[in-house]
């Protein structure tokens, strides 16, 4: 493979893996914003980033079970109705590093910085594949078709030198209301080259891995995308499962995210003096499940009070309307009183009253996808 043309990168974001380029900002940066900037976003690869430079020629086929395929080029989608969805990408290996400490997982190492929030701009993969002939609101085409399946232009080592590819159930893909976007921009400008240029598609709610980048083709098919990643990874497995005696065929290719929240204004174990500190993260749930409340402890998780929250500040380059910000993280500050040593944690409770879990033991699984259990910092008072 072929490193020789990356883009180049912000210098604080934090490499976790250099080739394919793993690298997310240092978690104090993370929370300066609601809107996180673009070089700022962490990215996450599996190959060289692809170089599309006629973007006169560059068109999306569009194919399998509809009536009848389809070329599309960028300025047939940008015809259609613009839309932009404030949405949070997660990877599903946010926070691994700690699950690792458990147990050793395989997978790229994550710090608590894979996860942002952009305001995507593009049009809704509903309009275009009405645009094609498949209905809005359908379960099925009339040839059959269930599911929407995206082919990327890059190549990876797992899909043996083949394209990234994922789907999503043609249900979501069809219903405007899920606000999936083949997306052309990024916080108002042009989708950058490790972000996607020139269109990639947003699958809000939804673990990073089915956000296609660099979209080169849409199939309609009848059964899941049977691709390296959504049928030989991100599935998660009970804690019992090891390389051994893996079966990847019973489990579903994870899609929704769990509820989520991470302190970014703290190291792991501070050393401070006695007195106050400010606790700031995000929070997120997938499914489009909003933050209900944010839970803070300095007791370890004896006690605890709800934390202040934030979500929609003045998005300039948004017109008038966020089209909806279910999709969108929140932002929590709290300000605390460390009496001595002690280990200070958030949780979350997303709107349908899902928790995360205690202990990252719990949920360890051998992929080392999901870990959302309390975060928790250590603190060491000094004098
Ligand atoms: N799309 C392609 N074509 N190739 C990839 O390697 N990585 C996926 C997804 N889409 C990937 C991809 C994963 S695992 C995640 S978490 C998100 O893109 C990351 O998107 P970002 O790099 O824009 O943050
Ligand atoms: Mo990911």
């Not at 979209?215 to 899941?224: G, M, Q, R, Y």
């Amino acid at each position: 493979s072929d490193y020789s043309q990356e883009p180049p990168r912000h210098p604080s974001l934090i490499v976790n893996a250099k080739e394919p380029f793993n690298a997310e900002p240092p978690r104090s940066a993370l929370i300066l914003s609601y809107v996180t900037p673009v070089d700022m976003f962490y990215k996450r690869n599996h190959g060289p980033i692809p170089i599309v430079d006629d973007i006169e020629s560059y068109h999306v086929d569009v194919s399998g079970l509809i009536g009848s395929p389809a070329k599309l080029y960028m300025r047939d989608i940008r015809r259609l109705p613009k839309y932009n969805v404030t949405a949070t990408l997660q990877c599903a290996g946010n926070r691994r590093t700690a699950m690792s400490k458990v147990r050793t997982v395989r997978g790229v190492g994550w710090d608590i910085s894979a996860i942002g929030n952009a305001v995507w701009g593009g049009a809704k993969l509903a309009d275009v594949l009405e645009l094609v002939g498949v209905p809005k609101l359908s379960n099925v085409t009339q040839s059959g078709g269930k599911h929407v399946e995206f082919v990327s232009i890059d190549k990876c080592k797992e899909e043996k030198g083949g394209p990234y590819k994922a789907s999503i159930p043609l249900s979501q893909a069809t219903n405007p209301e899920a606000d999936v976007l083949l997306a052309y921009e990024m916080n108002g400008e042009s989708l950058n080259r490790d972000h996607g240029y020139p269109l990639r598609v947003v699958v809000p709610g939804v673990i990073g891995a089915r956000s296609v980048k660099w979209l080169d083709s849409i199939n309609i098919i009848a059964e899941p995308c049977q691709g390296f990643f959504m049928a030989k990874d991100y599935k998660m497995f009970p804690p019992t499962v090891n390389w051994d005696n893996i079966n990847w065929d019973t489990r579903r290719p994870q899609m929704d995210f769990p509820v989520q929240c991470a302190i970014c204004s703290l190291e792991d174990v501070i050393v401070t003096a006695p007195g106050k500190v400010r606790v700031c993260g995000y929070a997120a749930s997938g499914g489009g499940r909003g933050i209900e409340r944010i839970d803070i402890s300095i007791d370890g998780g004896k006690t605890w009070f709800e934390a202040s929250r934030y979500q929609k500040p003045e998005i300039p380059y948004v017109a008038d309307d966020i089209s909806s910000d279910k999709w969108a993280w929140v932002l929590f500050e709290a300000t605390v009183d460390v009496p001595g040593n002690t280990e200070i944690v958030a949780k979350a409770v997303d709107i349908a009253g899902n928790v995360q879990p205690e202990n990252v033991e719990t949920i360890w699984n051998l992929r080392g996808i999901l870990n959302t259990s309390w975060h928790r910092v250590q603190v060491r008072v000094g004098h």
